[in-house]
């Protein structure tokens, strides 16, 4: 496993993983080109023998109290193996290095695998967003973590 700085060229093979993660409601390339670019994101890949099987991103002003997941996902055969966590707690530590005090993300509520991972790193269900997904009509669980008490194992 290999985390590093996602690049612009890294579009074509982190647009194929959201598809693939998220056939209803993947972000559109512009949308995605602009979070690789923007002076606010951070998004890494993991590699596997030169290969994206995954990516994760953060968005975090410098010296703003907080900050947001904005996405994870892994190709399926990447899944259940530690991988996400560890993109989840380099998110983590990067919005802890810029000064972030809360961390917060949305969870579709018909996943209960990332659910529990995010419970597992500390993070709890602040309320739901009703039929925040579209066009599948599915909850968003919207979840905070306190970064003042967060340390990774």
Do not use: C, K
């Amino acid at each position: 496993m290999t985390l590093r700085l996602a690049t612009a060229g890294d579009l074509d093979a982190i647009m194929a993983l959201e598809r693939a993660s998220f056939p209803t409601d993947a972000w559109r390339e512009s949308t995605m080109a602009a979070e690789l670019t923007g002076e606010h994101g951070h998004y890494l890949v993991d590699e596997q023998e030169g290969r994206v099987v995954g990516y994760g991103g953060l968005r975090a002003l410098r010296g703003g109290s907080d900050a947001d997941i904005q996405t994870i996902a892994l190709s399926p055969e990447n899944r259940g193996r530690g991988r996400g966590r560890t993109l989840l707690r380099a998110l983590i530590a990067e919005a802890v290095s810029r000064g972030a005090r809360e961390l917060f993300l949305e969870v579709r509520a018909d996943n209960p695998v990332a659910e529990g991972l995010y419970r597992s790193e500390g993070f709890a269900e602040l309320g739901r967003r009703p039929r925040y997904y579209q066009p599948d009509d599915v909850d968003a669980i919207v979840m905070r973590l306190d970064l003042t008490t967060w340390s990774a194992e």
